[in-house]
């Protein structure tokens, strides 16, 4: 038997949604050589189970080297916007 309450466990994919998405960005933005030193998941809303990432404050030297990497996947061939 789970020891997770009925909320928990029906707001469990979304936190698990919430990692897979914080890890994948994490990948990449070490691959661009990019670090948010304040990024992690933040509070899980009870009423939606909705689990935010919090990608926190960063140092403008950070920011500009995240939006060249941003760039530069947006001017690949391959890269169509939504």
């Known amino acids: 038997m789970s020891n997770l309450s009925p909320l928990q466990r029906q707001a469990k994919p979304h936190r698990e949604a919430a990692e897979a998405a ?9 691959a ?3 670090t948010l030193p ?4 933040d509070q899980q809303y009870p009423f939606t189970g909705t689990v935010l990432i919090e990608l926190g404050a960063a140092r403008p ?6 939006a ?3 760039l530069r996947g947006l001017a690949h061939p391959h890269c169509r916007l939504p």
């Open 61 to 66: 030297d950070i920011v500009e080297a995240l």
């Open 22 to 30: 914080l890890a994948r960005l994490r990948a990449a933005l070490e």
């Open 38 to 41: 304040s990024l992690g998941l």
């Open 68 to 70: 060249a990497a941003i």
């Open 32 to 34: 661009a050589g990019i």
